[in-house]
């Protein structure tokens, strides 16, 4: 028996939906690899990997076989059982990482308010109710619940929602001297990116985390590092912290772990997982079998070198043609970031028109991000074949062309 569907359109999104979104016009019916197709049946190369989520593309074999298989099974237990898929993918991220502990959930922010409220109850466990001080960045961005919101760096998401989580310091992100003079004694962590994904594609320079990694372990604090955007294979490296050589107490997974599906993860240590004892903290959907099944086919293909190794050669791929279009039509001052995750920051006469480059970019049939009005964002999966590169790059420069001749 199949359910009845009526037909629906974009404009039906502002008769509906809550309007906090404003998607773009066309709707997006299917999609295989690199390639996405809309209602009308246009083709359009995708370079956005739904914000840096479809990290094997759509549709991905692999990840299509996980989910049927585990789909006839059994869907959902609760955390009342645990369950083989859950188990399996904890068993591979530890593995594979300097955890030896992981709390699943379902989105990032979930991640984060786990990473953030774990930080706070070791802190209370060990040295009492003085030390609860978060210092993180500005400019960052860990999540939209109240407390992620808090701790992200960008009071335009904080701003109008009552009282904040108090307690939360922030400092300009790469300033290690000013990271120097906000942690004390009383700071229980310090919450990092180690690259900075919404902000702009800003990837940290290592002595920062070196030295972010040395403050922490003279004032008792921990280190949290926010890898929902950096993380699983985007960075070239499983994670982000594993090119920079710092490790972290806590990590936080999203967006690509699950390559589609919602799912997040929590990793850290025995030691520290230890303060989220029986009934402390929780979550209903948390490591459900197909969650958990689609991440361990993720993790699978993503962790082999030969796709950590395409991340890398892919992006010297972009990085050149990018670079080749910037200075050609003078709208990028820099490209930056690393692996599969790449912005390109608009020079001073293109400043806050980031907007302009994705809409001109669809316009030729190619899905582009931005991380905020001043930086051309590219998430693509990590998979994309070589010509989908070039043919989604040839389109981008039309787009580029065309706009810059307007
Ligand atoms: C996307 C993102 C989040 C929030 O993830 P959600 O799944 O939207 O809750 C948190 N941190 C970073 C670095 C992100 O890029």
Partial sequence: ???????????????????????????PVRGQGSRVWDQSGRELVDFS????????????????GALTEQANKLWHVSN???????????KKLVDATFAERVFFCNSGAEANEAAFKLARRVA?????????????ALNSFHGRTLFTVSVGGQPKYSDGFGPKITGITHVPYNDLAALKAAVSDKTCAVVLEPIQGEGGVLPAELEYLQGARTL????????VFDEVQSGMGRSGHLFAYMHYGVTPDILSSAKSIGGGFPMAAMLTTEKLAKHLAVGV??????????ACSVGEAVIDVV?????????????DLFKARLEKIGQQYGVFSEVRGLGLLIGCVLTDAWKGKAKEFFNAAEHEGVMILQAGPDVVRFAPS??????????????????VAKLTKA
């Fill in 1 to 27: 028996m199949s359910v009845e569907q009526v037909p629906v359109q974009r404009a039906d999104f502002d008769q509906v939906m809550v309007p906090n979104y404003a998607p773009a016009a066309f709707i």
């Fill in 124 to 136: 209370h466990d060990l040295y009492g109710t003085e030390k609860y001080e978060i210092v993180a």
């Fill in 80 to 90: 009342v059982f645990t369950n083989e898929p859950a188990l399996r993918l904890a």
């Fill in 303 to 315: 962790n082999t070198p030969e796709v950590l190794a395409g991340v890398n050669a892919k992006h």
């Fill in 216 to 223: 922490c372990d003279e004032h008792n604090a921990l280190l």
């Fill in 281 to 290: 903290h929780g979550t209903t959907y948390g490591g459900n079998p197909l």
């Fill in 49 to 64: 990997g739904g914000i840096a989520v479809n990290v094997l593309g759509h549709a991905h074999p692999a990840l299509v």
């Fill in 382 to 399: 990590l998979v994309i074949d070589d010509a989908d590169i070039t043919e989604g790059l040839d389109r981008f420069e039309r787009a």
